[in-house]
């Protein structure tokens, strides 16, 4: 049964950080793509940071500079740090994994509160 399960989200001062992470369990082998996506109030949710196996990691432009992606294929984990974070980064966040063997999955989500 495969399962993804993310931690880390939380009320966070505008400029602060904060540590987002990720683990998939179910297969013997890392899932091809893992990947960070959020949802903010009232919107689609986006792409925010992926990786896979074979490449390195990708960032939309929101978030270059100031998020970084520290993937471990072993664990089969993936984890976000956010720095400087603005109220624009208020979202829920779900982590996602897409590869041939797990299928396509999505964590429960966890929510980022950037707020003075």
């Known amino acids: 049964q495969v399962q993804v399960v993310e931690s880390g989200g939380g009320l966070v001062h505008p400029g602060g950080s904060l540590t987002l992470s990720c683990a998939a369990s179910g297969r013997r082998s890392a899932p091809f793509l893992m990947a960070w996506y959020r949802q903010p109030p009232g919107k689609a949710r986006e792409l925010v940071a992926a990786?896979?196996?074979?490449?390195?990691?990708n960032y939309a432009d929101s978030v270059k500079g100031r998020f970084t992606i520290s993937r471990d294929t072993a664990k089969m984990t993936i984890d976000l740090q956010m720095n400087n974070l603005k109220s624009e980064d208020t979202a829920m966040y779900y982590c996602?994994?897409?590869?041939?063997?797990?299928?396509?999955?999505w964590g429960q989500g966890t929510q980022v509160t950037v707020s003075a």
């Open positions: 996602h994994i897409n590869d041939p063997f797990w299928g396509v999955s």
């Open positions: 990786q896979t196996t074979v490449g390195g990691p």
